[in-house]
């Protein structure tokens, strides 16, 4: 244990295999720093999410220290660095807020307990493996991973550390979303029968138009894994020096396949994840799927327009995903139905709501009396997050060691259904889908789109192969 974390890792990457990596505990938890002390926080990522969302809602709980940022793009790191330390100011609280572009050289710190990633899909697999390596709690912005093979090698690698681990799929805090989900697992609507599920999408569009890479961007590292591509803003994020704008508005990487699968995966790792956890199928996933969507023939943006998409599931439930439904999740069974949305809630102020969800109900059932009636002893009782805080319910976890609302294979396996519908809705058929050896049935076309090709030298799946 007297190596630094860069010696371990290039040796232990370099001659072990994955899951014997040793253990590492972090020093809280040996009693140089105890759970009761102040739990030291790594942001990588420091664009739109990460300042809207995941920041303040770490910020503002005490018994956590955000005492590193790390980002690409130099401007966004200095800002986000004074926007921290003028935080903690306005409490009376020095902190200086230690600034990176490579999140690796980062996590050799030891005094950095857990690390909050908030960077584009592309690059959720592979720093949340090295963090977890390092000896760090992970917490990542959904969805888990862009591949079905990633999203296998985060939660295999994951489940042989002493990793406190949360996605960011944060309406499992919501009190209504878990009172849904009770109410459905224990039979108040009887048996279950359909599921449906309405979200957004996103606009065609985006400049074609190659331009200059400005100098406070890391661009070759952004891109990562993915393949070389022109530079421009619509590709990546503004570069306004408005930090309204600069911080507000939705990157243009949320529209393109490299980074991102459209909504399917953006809002689909929110509310599919719902539907699992109200069915309790949180280790498996369908069975069937056919699907269907337009998508954009120019410009740069590429990701779905209007989409359908039906699955069954083993016991006989049907999945019906839709953009023209109210957007949240509608359980119906054998005995009424519960519907549970987002209202006209935003998470972030650049969140699209979508026609479909103005004027919809946050929470509505077919009876009053299903979701009034308390639960019982012999009813399902499921994760409480304190405060209704998903945040909170992070850090509380790593302070009790205890797992916090989602493990690693429950977010894979509600990515999953979000990936094999996006593989249904670009092929057009009905497909057939194991859920246990994760593979599709006689269908070699999708088979293979269950991973990507990257580019070297970057990619989880690379880095796990070298080990």
């Known amino acids: 244990m007297t190596q630094s974390r860069r010696q371990f890792?290039?040796?232990?990457?370099?001659?072990?295999?994955?899951?014997?990596?040793?253990t590492i505990i972090p020093a809280r938890v040996l009693g140089a720093d105890a759970p009761s002390k102040k739990i030291n926080l790594l942001q990588i990522g420091c664009g739109r999410i990460a300042r809207t969302l995941?920041?303040?809602?770490?910020l503002k709980h005490d018994i956590a220290r955000v005492i590193a940022v790390c980002d690409l793009d130099a401007i966004r790191v200095a800002d986000t660095k004074q926007f921290v330390e003028q935080y903690y100011a306005k409490k009376k609280i020095s902190v200086n807020v230690a600034t990176f572009a490579d999140y690796r050289e980062a996590l050799q710190r030891k005094d950095i307990d857990a690390v909050a990633i908030s960077t584009p899909d592309h690059w959720h697999a592979q720093p949340v493996i090295e963090a977890a390596l390092a000896g760090k709690d992970v917490y990542v912005q959904k969805p888990l991973t862009m591949t079905m093979a990633e999203g296998r090698a985060v939660s295999d690698v994951l489940r042989k550390q002493p990793c406190i681990f949360q996605v960011g799929s944060q309406r499992r805090a919501a009190v209504g979303v878990r009172?849904?989900?009770?109410?459905v697992r224990s039979g108040r609507i009887g048996k279950v029968h359909t599921v449906r599920v309405g979200m957004p999408t996103d606009p065609a569009g985006?400049?074609?138009?190659?331009?200059?890479?400005?100098?406070n961007l890391n661009y070759d590292a952004w891109l990562g894994p993915t393949p070389l591509a022109p530079y421009n803003e619509d590709r990546v994020h503004t570069q306004d020096p408005d930090?309204?704008?600069?911080?507000?508005?939705?990157?243009?990487?949320?529209?393109?396949?490299?980074y991102c699968l459209g909504m399917i995966t953006g809002h689909g790792a929110h509310w599919n994840d719902i539907v699992q956890w109200g069915l309790g199928t949180e280790d498996t996933g369908p069975v069937e799927i056919t699907g269907g969507a337009d998508f954009p023939k120019g410009g740069l943006w590429n990701v779905h327009g209007d989409y359908h998409v039906e699955a069954t599931y083993a016991n006989g439930v049907k999945l019906i995903i839709n953009n023209k439904l109210p957007i949240g999740v509608r359980f119906e069974g054998s005995d009424g139905w519960i519907f549970v949305g987002a209202g006209s809630e935003k998470v972030t102020p650049s969140d699209p709501i979508g026609k479909a969800g103005k004027g919809s109900k946050a929470l509505d059932a077919s009876n009053p009396d299903i979701l009034k009636t308390p639960l019982g002893a012999s009813d399902i009782h499921l994760h409480e997050s304190p405060q209704g805080d998903h945040h909170l319910d992070w850090l509380t976890s790593i302070q009790t060691r205890k797992?916090?609302?989602?493990?690693?294979e429950q977010a894979h396996r509600s990515t999953s259904v979000c990936i094999v519908a996006w593989i249904a809705m670009k092929l057009g058929r009905k497909l057939r889908w194991d859920p246990q050896a994760e593979k599709f049935i006689g269908d070699d076309a999708a088979n293979a789109m269950l991973t990507r090709t990257e580019r070297a030298p970057y990619g989880a799946l690379a880095l796990l192969k070298k080990a």
């Open 179 to 183: 009172m849904t989900c009770e109410a």
């Open 403 to 408: 797992p916090a609302a989602t493990t690693p």
């Open 9 to 22: 890792l290039k040796s232990s990457l370099a001659g072990a295999g994955v899951l014997a990596f040793p």
């Open 243 to 258: 930090p309204k704008k600069r911080f507000g508005l939705r990157p243009g990487w949320l529209r393109i396949e490299s």
């Open 206 to 215: 985006g400049e074609t138009r190659a331009i200059p890479v400005p100098p």
């Open 54 to 58: 995941d920041l303040p809602g770490f």
